[in-house]
């Protein structure tokens, strides 16, 4: 086909009365002759560029959009300008003044050249950069409880094996052995209770995380888990010299929970008041009974959690600034743990701290 050239400015004046129309398209909309001159331009260009509708007219593309030529979006231009076909691309403008800015492009033939239609798609593109980032992080965390959840389970064992064979030792079963030795593998058999307690604490986080942490409320009677968690934890008390108080009424109905894991999160509580209460200090284990619920609360009088702390309490790993320097053992699982699994029986745990003078722990549970 031969093209007949017309001149420039007769080529300018032709685009623009054809496509005069455009001018109010939410579109950009730049068209470009065969020799890649600019004929005409919309006004929603003009908001993108820098340069003024005059002084874009007639020259090239290259010369308004100097580096233009080594972009995706010139090499379809030219694709369709030779082959006169259509495309639609996403890319980052060329376009002067704003960088970080995506465009949806839709390239077509034209007669003069080529009709370039672009959308500012950068809203769009940065909601699509956060979903891909949010799911990336998705995928890291399931990767990271899947790691968990290995590692805990093939540590149990072995460390359940240790207990086991120290214990043996321990209670003479192979024989009399010397106190030293003796009071070496004592103090290896606590280690090692240690290190069972964080394994199995690791193994409830990525049962938890993986949703399989499933419980089965049943009635349970309070009293009776209670007494079992308060009699587990008097010896350790009496140690540190902490008096144990309970109030605990009369005549309290059963309640809905899966009475292991009520002990679990009793005795986490528990435990946690003991360690952070210095000696002489006094735990007081309260039961009230309202119409749905009850609710049992652990009061101590110990070192209380810095209100910087307090809304951390219950993430994973999180131990308060002044809980670990009283006691490097904890791992900061157990309240994380233990509200997960009030959550699961319809209750919840919430606190109250004053710092230096103490902590009330409450959990509800719910009546049969
Ligand atoms: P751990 O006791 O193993 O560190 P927990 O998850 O049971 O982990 O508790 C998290 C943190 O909450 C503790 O490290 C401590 O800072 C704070 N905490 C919990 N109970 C008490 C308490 N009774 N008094 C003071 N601080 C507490």
Redesign the pocket.
Known sequence: MVKIKKNIKSQLKDASGRYQVFDGLLEGLHVVNFDWQCLYINAAVLINSKIGRDEMLGKTIMEIYPGIEKTELFAKMKHCMESRVAYILEDKSPFAGRKDAWFEFSIQPSPEGVFMLSLDITDRRKIKEKEEYIKKLEELDEAKTEFLSVASHQLRTPVGGILWNLEMLLHNELGELPPQVKEVLQETYETDLRVAALVKNLLAVSRIEQKRAVSEPVPTNIVDVLKKVLAIMDAEAQNRKIVLKTEIPDGLPQVMVDPERFYEVME?LYS??I???PEGGTINLKVAKGDSKIVVSVA?N????PKE?QEK?FSKF???S???KISTE???????IASSYAKEWGGKIWFE?NLGKG?V?NVSVPVQ
């Open positions: 986490n946690n008041a360690k952070y209460t101590d110990g070192i209380g959690i702390d309490i999180f131990r308060a002044n809980a670990s904890g791992s900061g699982l157990g309240l994380y701290s902590s722990f």
